[in-house]
């Protein structure tokens, strides 16, 4: 499998060459793919055992329903998708990352390394269905 710098270069040719995106296109070029990868991480989310579909919810969210995309917090938009845990009610991006990378008392399961290895090729094909779609148009 190729890396994803292969792929978009492999794509880059097909196309033709350059294509001058406005960010809004970039957008939705970005947010196709940040769609796949949420769900994608989502289900990992519930697959590793993180998801316990008989607690009461309460005032906090599961980690799997806490899952957002959107522009990180602060930055510029460029035409770039996040994908990432919310903090409204409970910080879920730390407890989420101790549970992917372990601390010195619970052992790591990588479930978020895991989902975003496992949703590349994935993430790339909806993302160029977009890319060809606007390019179609222009």
Do not use: C, W
Request: no cysteine; glycine share 8%.
């Amino acid at each position: 499998m190729a890396d994803l710098s292969e792929q978009l270069d492999d794509m880059l040719q097909q196309i033709g060459g350059i294509v001058n995106l406005t960010i809004e296109e970039r957008e939705e070029i970005t947010h196709a793919g940040a769609t796949v990868l949420a769900k994608n991480l989502r289900q990992a989310t519930i697959d590793s055992g993180h998801y316990n579909a008989n607690r009461k919810i309460g005032d906090m969210t599961h980690l799997a329903d806490s899952i957002q995309i959107g522009n990180l917090k602060g930055t510029v938009t460029d035409g770039s998708s996040a994908v990432g845990f919310t903090k409204p009610d409970a910080n879920h991006s730390r407890i989420a990352r101790f549970l992917n990378d372990g601390t010195r008392y619970i052992k790591g399961d990588s479930f978020i390394d895991n989902a975003r290895d496992n949703s590349s090729e994935e993430v790339l094909k909806a993302e160029a269905e977009v890319f060809e779609r606007i390019i179609k148009e222009k």
